[in-house]
């Protein structure tokens, strides 16, 4: 069974933004990954328990801060 996450994540401002966020998340095994530069969100769904910390690293890897976590 998959988890699905919804993320607000600050900093992105255009679609170069939302690509390497998303190839970050992929990285760590996300998929269905939506990112809105606009909204500041992405929503991705992962086969595996991944930390809260594992997404933040991801998401500080592409340059950006993930502010909050929402599961479900």
């Known amino acids: 069974m998959s988890t699905h996450v919804s993320l607000k994540i600050s900093g992105m401002t255009c679609g170069h933004c939302e690509m390497s966020v998303g190839k970050e998340l992929k990285n760590i095994g996300a998929e ?14 992962f086969a595996e328990a991944v930390s809260q910390e ?15 976590v929402t599961n479900g």
Do not use: M
């Open 32 to 45: 269905n990954v939506v990112v809105s530069s606009a909204n500041g969100t992405a929503e991705a769904d």
């Open 54 to 68: 594992k997404i933040s690293e991801a998401i500080s890897e592409a340059g950006y801060e993930l502010v909050s």
